[in-house]
């Protein structure tokens, strides 16, 4: 390349780099973030954390024909039990809560959210759903009436409740 040819191209760089974009401008980002609570039962010996986010997940538009990601809420619960050297990821959870969303202050939806898991968490331990932006603000995600059991082995009169404090999000987005 010339010297009038990279010239050229460092002046055309420069001059992109400092005229303002406008592209997501009018879509802003939607609130990210993560909060946990943790519980223990009476006796200390078994524990529930629930961790709350504000997330994007994949999602598939039929009408667009196109896979893209779409704002979304997730509950992530972990219960452990103690054994005689540490703590045991090894625990199985039950749980319910009231999950709800505020914009500004205002709320804009609540819903009874749960979940089990199997000791060997095997399985997926969070739940998530999609929800509607409705602007640019402050959004708030609480998650309290929490109800949560922790067990070693999931076995019938196995479980232990466990008392974990609601616990609130909050983010600025969409």
């Known amino acids: ?16 780099s400092v005229i303002p974009s406008t592209a997501g401008a009018a ?19 078994f524990s529930g954390r629930l961790t709350i986010c504000f997330t994007k997940e994949k999602t598939y538009s039929s009408s667009e024909g196109r896979e893209g ?29 009231d999950l709800s969303m505020k914009k500004d202050g205002v709320q804009r939806w609540k819903e009874r959210w749960g979940k089990a898991t199997a000791a060997t968490h095997k399985g997926d331990r969070t739940t998530w759903g999609p929800y509607r932006c409705r602007g ?7 998650l ?17 409740p466990v008392y974990p404090k609601p616990v609130t999000l909050t983010a600025k987005g969409c």
């Open 27 to 45: 879509d802003p980002e939607p609130p990210s973030g993560c909060e946990s609570t943790t519980g223990y039962s009476k006796d200390g010996s």
């Open 1 to 16: 390349m010339t010297r009038p040819r990279i010239a050229g191209a460092l002046l055309s760089a420069l001059a992109l």
């Open 144 to 160: 309290d009436n929490i109800d949560m059991k922790s067990s070693s082995s999931g076995v019938v009169g196995g479980w232990e």
């Open 136 to 142: 640019n603000g402050i959004y708030a995600l609480t």
């Open 69 to 97: 990601m779409s704002p979304a809420v997730s509950v992530k619960s972990e219960c452990r039990h103690k054994t005689l050297l540490a703590w045991s990821d090894q625990g199985s959870c039950k749980w319910t809560g």
